[in-house]
Structure formats: structure tokens, C-alpha cells
């Protein structure tokens, strides 16, 4: 049988069966339509502009790697002008993150781009691996998701930069779209579908330049351009929601490659569909959504391979058989002085006059916060004063609920949710 | 028992469909499948009308059911003597059965040029069975033709009901269903049109659709239908639930069927949750203009840089038109084709 030549050139022999339609191309069509969606991803959102200074969020991993790759080949490419830092996150996690962080290192002298370290030992004198000794391996990822989005913000400030993108890909929007319908997370169902982020809580913009390519895709790359990283995932476990999620994800793309995509494109439609009231922000104009709240983080580290105990979906199962409890009796639930709809999804139960409140800075540490505490220092005070452990576990699987991890705290019954 | 029948009824009345003595008679369309939902939503409804009849009241509307008969996709043929159980059991209603295939009578009949050689083979026009035979051949795989299935009953009811000036149509969804198509239309690239497919009085097509069984899980259906008397099982025709015997056969709807059977026995509540979180979505509608797709019929979103570029090396930036063909389709059904 003769070789089948690429479908896109007809000259070379095809070797790769692209995962995202099964077109067969050769190595080098591949690498530059990779390439070319993501210019045509940053061009058709305008993500930067001349002469910008960006920090590409870097774990070691292959989406973190193959971003700065792609990016360094593309700006010079195509003249975008951007000053582009690798910007990384030590969590303090012995044989994972001291190994990804030589990758780091590695990386920077190859694409000659200047690296800032911050750690959280130095933010917040706990390693991840001291708060895990601490409060257990249950609901660490909360922890881990706080001290990263401001860690994050706190290296970009340090290096006087505004912008900072991410390695999230498709399957991740994907998987984050599956998730918030399963626990009814719309306000974070829209979040996580817009390619940039911006927030009141941070000066700093979040952008995802890999939102349309897959994860397969993504590895293809990274394997046939030779480039160095990291394939050890997070020893720590993950979300079950997401695990699920990230389990049907996987199927869907089995019965049609294109139902990752075709997800993400659900999500951005739903995203513009979600009533004002329940977003709990407003548009910032095209596939912007400005966040009054805390910024969004990157959903726990990202790192579910589907072996969690599903014990958030049983915790999340309880609640919502109380909720219909109360919604059956006709009740209304009052916490602290506030009616409370027991009709209304969890997402939007937070009383307005909380989430209207005016960003300040938090009295600690001066990070800007919509409480006079912010959400790393309220979880600091929990681990500094060593609290026993059932009091600290309420806040599992909350990674974006300061106010209700500042009720939790003062020792309120709160019904568990995901605000933001 | 009675928790079924009250959920099902409080549904109708918060819809304004339970018909007070004064509201002028009302037909209601009620689609089965011989499913365990659609025999529980005719039973639950056909004896609230017989209390009202015995306590000499005013009815308040009449049924009429529509039974779609599907065998010519279907590996099983369909049983005429389950319908004229139905029919004893359940006399004072209007039965009617369309074929599938029927769609063609109707003027929903897609012109898109992929299936113009469906219309003819050259020596005169084809009859309806083969027609639609083609056109399912023509699609790319197991996932569109269960897709394009699904569109075309659905159109075929509800032009159906608008032909019979029915006032609303009831389909016999639960839960789990609901469910179940929130999650598989988002995978099928339709996340923009789900308020239109499973909201209550949902403004599809101009005619109101009610899912009266949208609060009740599949499993507590499944035991209702043994717990009337006499019971409701000998009238359920289920196809066993398919396990594909290749993964070209299966489906992106029967994958999610699964899914759902597995959370449904451990997660009923967030069943329920998904359900309901979808039901906040606003019809698009009410935010901007837009076109229909000219085969499912839903809202087309304006088409913009999606990560895919399929056949050219350019991307559609900003193509209002939705597709190549004469007659726009929405993303999801150029997903299908
Ligand atoms: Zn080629
Ligand atoms: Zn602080
Ligand atoms: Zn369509």
C-alpha cells in the first residue's frame, strides 16, 4: 500500500491523524495549523497588543510548555511586539514541584526568557506540603487554588506586569463547562468559557491562548518539536466533580472528535445566556466578563485524573436533598439577618448587598479583597492557629467563597456553595 | 403514588394547563413512545379527567395523543395490539399514529443540497421511507443519524399539533431525561438552544411545550408504573437500553443516557440540579434577533472563531451566515450534516 500523502500539502507522507477531525497530515503541516489557530485565536480576541509585557503562568507541564513554545514562535513570527516571562509557583510539593521547577528553569534558558520564582513558603510560610500535614489531603486543592491565584498575581506585580496567560486548553474549558452544569455554577460556567478574564480583585488580566486546542493536540506538538517538560501530575487530589466531568469528556471525544469544541462552543453561547441577576457581574464587552468578585482561579490545580473518593458529589448530593427539604416545606431560610430564596441556585444565594461591596485591601496583607480580610489570610488564620481539624474541613471544595468561609468561620451554619 | 400524580399536576397548573371551569376547552397534544414517562404523564392525566367527569365537572381540556411510529429506524418493529390496550384502557381520548417518515409531508422538508439526491433517483420521486432512509445514510455517523432522528420527531410533533390546533403539547421528559439532553445538546455544540428544548412554555416554534414530568426522576416513574392497579407495565414497550456492540454505534445521547443512569442511582439531587440550572438560561430570544435553523429549527448564534477550521486554512471570522449551504443551520446541525 502506498503511504497516504498529508491532506493538507499532498507532498509529504501523512503521519499524524489530527485528534481534533482525524485529518491525516505530516509532521510539518501539523505543526504550523497547530500554530495557526492559535494567531488565529489571539487575533480574533485582540489578547494583546504592542509592545505588552506578558507573563506566561509556568508549572512545567506540557500545556505551560508548549505555550511559551508557540508564543515565542509566533511573536517573533508575526511581529506581535510582546515582552514575554516565564512566571512560576513553587507550592512547595517534594517530588513534584521541586522536579517541574528545574523544567522551568530548563525552559527559560531555552526561549531566553527571563523566569521570577514565587513561593508560597515566602507568601505565606506554609508549603503546600506543611498545609497538607496539617488539614489532611481532603480539600487541600482549596488551599492550593487561594494562594496560587494571588501568588500568581503577587509574582506578576513584582515583575510590574498586567498580563498573565495560562496554559488552560480545551479539554480544560470543556471539562470546567461539563462540571458547573453538574453543580449548577453558571456565574463560573461563563467565567471559565471567556477567553479573558479581568476583575475588580486584581489588577493583573488572566488570558487563555490554548482555549481551542486540545489536549492530545497539545502533547502531538510538544512531542514532535522535541520540547522539554514535565509529565508528573499533582500528587494531591482532585475535585470529583471534576473528575466526572473529565471522565465524560473524554468519552464524548471518543464518539466525536469534535464534541470538545463543540462543548466550548456551547459554553461561550450559554455564557451569554446567563440572566444578570445569577452572573453576578456584568459584560465587559465581547467575551469579556468583569468579575466583581475575587478573580477567578484556575479551578484547583487542574490535575483530576478521575481517582477522587466523589465525596464533594455526596457532600453536594446532601445538601441539595436539604435544600429540597426546605423548598418542599415552603420555608425560607434566614442566615444572618438575610431572607434567603430556598428556590435560588446556590450560585446566587449570596444577598446582593454582599457582593456589591466595594473592593478594598485586605487589612493583613494589603492584597485587594472584598473583605477587610482576604480569602488567603482568613485560610492562613485557620492554619496559624492551628485549629482542630472538623472546623477547617467545612471549607472543602470551596475555592472562591470568601463570604462563606468567613461566615464558616465566625462559627455560622451556612449552606455550602460556590460563589464568587 | 399520590407524590407522583401531585408533582405532575402541580407542574399543569403552574402552566396554566389544568383548565379552570371558565377557560374555554383546550387540546392538549401528548406525544408517546410506549416509554415508561409518556405512559405515567397519559395515566396521571387521564385520571385527573375521569375525577372531574365523576364529580360532574368541567373538564377543562381534552387529549390528544400522538403516537410516532418510528420502526422504520428502529431494529424492532412496532406492536399494534399495545396501542389498542391503550386505547381500552384509556377510551375517551383521540389516538392518532404518524410514521416517522411522515415529516415529508409536512412543508419542514430541507432543501440543503446534501440531501437533494435524496428527493428523486433519477427516473421519478422516491417514496417517503427511502427518502429518508438516504438521508440518513448520507450522515456521517451513528451520533448525527440518532441526532437528525430525534430533530425530525420533534418537528414532526410539533407541526403536528400547530396542523391540529392543539394548544400546547406535553411531552412526557423527566428528570433524568431533561437531564440527559441539557448535558447532550451542550456536547452536541447546541448549548444555545436548550432553553428552547427543555423549558417549560418554551417559545419553540410558536407553540407551547410543557414537560409536566420535569420533577420526577426515571427511577420513581419506573416504580410507579408497577404500583398502579391494575399496573401500567404491560403497556411499556422500552427498547432494552442499547449497549453498542462497536463504538462506531455509539451515540453521543446514549453515552449520556448512561452517564445519567449511574448518577441518577448515586446523585438523584444533582440530576435534579442540572435540570434546574439549565432551566435559568434565557431564551436567546429575548436578547438579541436571530435566524432560525432551517432543520432543527432553533436559534442560530453568530458564528466566530471556534478553534476549528476545518476544510480552509482560514478562519470563519465573524460569518454571520452559519453555513455554505443556500439555507442556514445552526452549529450543532453543521455538526450533524
Ligand atoms: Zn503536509
Ligand atoms: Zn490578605
Ligand atoms: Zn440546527
Redesign the interface.
Known sequence: MPPTPCA?CNASRALIIRP??HQKLCKACFIS?FE??IH??IT??SLFSPGERVAIGASGGKDSTVLASVLKTLNERYNYGLKLMLLSIDEGIKGYRDDSLQTVKRNAVQYEMPLEIVGYDELYGWTMDQVVSQIGKKGNCTYCGVFRRQALDRGAARLGIKHVVTGHN?DDVAET??MN??????PRLARATSIVTASAASEIKRSKPL???YEKEIVLYAHHKGLDYFTTECIYSPEAFRGSART?IK??E???P??I??????????A????AE?SGGHRGGKDVIVNEGEAEGDGGCGSANGRAS?GE??D??KQ??EN?GARDNETEITVNGHKHDPNC?KSNRMPKKLRKQQMGKCARCGYLSSQDICKACMLLEGLNKNRPKTQIQVSVEEEDSSPTLTRRMEGLTVIPGHQT | MKYVATKVLKRLETNKLRGGFKDPQRTLLVPISFGVSSIVLLHVLNQQLSARAEAGRHSGYNLHILFVDESAVLKHAFLPDLLDMLKQRYPSHTYTVVSLEDYCDYDFDFDLPAFADARTNGHGVLDKITRFKRILSSLP?A?SRADMIEILRRRLIIAFAQKHACDSILFGDSTTRLAEK??S????????S??WLIADGSPSHGINCTYPLRDLLRKELGAYVSMTLPPLTPLVCEAPSQTPTS?KE???DG?MTQ?FESVEQ?????V???V???G?????SI?EDIDACTLCGCPI?NM???????DS?V?R?ADGSGSEHGKAIC??CA?TV
Request: proline content about 5%.
Open positions: 493538507l481534533k477531525n495549523l495557526t489557530e488565529n485565536t480574533a480576541n480545551a463547562v461539563m452544569l453538574l453543580r449548577g455554577d453558571l482555549k481551542y486546542a465524560l468519552s464524548l471518543r464518539v466525536r469534535s464534541a469544541l463543540d462543548v466550548v462552543r456551547s459554553g461561550e453561547d450559554m451569554r445566556l446567563v440572566p445569577v466523589g458529589m455526596a453536594m448530593e441539595l436533598l429540597d441556585n | 455517523s451520533t441539557t448535558l445538546e451542550t456536547a452536541k455544540g447546541r448549548g444555545i436548550l432553553p463504538s455509539t451515540t453521543i453515552l452517564y448515586n446523585y438523584p439531587s444533582i435534579a440540579n442540572v434546574r440550572t439549565s435559568k438560561l434565557l431564551a436567546p436578547l448564534a466566530s472563531w471556534g478553534g476549528d477550521q476545518l486554512a478562519p471570522l452549529y450543532g455538526r
